[in-house]
């Protein structure tokens, strides 16, 4: 923050869409509590043993259970209680 005098430590936010809101809600649930002030994810990814797409093909195929369970985003759900998140979803992702 000191290298970046223009922003405001105190209204921190982050976004992201797909992997992206993936990403936003996972730096959100590991962040130290009220780093965020606000999250926005949409159309994540929030459990990846439930996706079937080139990622989980290429990267996880061979994964066990724990792997995927490390980085599902619904594990931690009350590490969000101190960040507003907004997270919006359709039937797709595009």
């Known amino acids: ?3 970046y005098p223009f922003l ?3 209204r921190l936010s982050v976004y992201g869409w797909s992997y992206g ?7 959100t649930e590991k962040a130290p ?3 965020f002030k606000c999250a926005i994810s949409v159309a994540p990814v929030a459990n990846f043993f439930y996706y079937h797409g080139s ?8 994964a066990e259970k724990s792997a995927f369970d490390a980085i599902d985003i ?11 998140l907004l997270l919006a979803h359709g039937l797709y992702d595009g």
């Not at 809101?21 to 730096?27: D, H, I, N, V």
Request: net charge positive.
């Open 21 to 27: 809101g993936f990403a936003a809600a996972l730096m």
């Open 33 to 35: 509590e009220s780093f």
């Open 74 to 84: 619904t594990k931690n759900v009350a590490n969000f209680k101190k960040t507003r």
């Open 55 to 62: 990622y989980s093909d290429k990267y996880m195929a061979n």
């Open 8 to 10: 405001d430590a105190h």
């Open 1 to 3: 923050m000191r290298k």
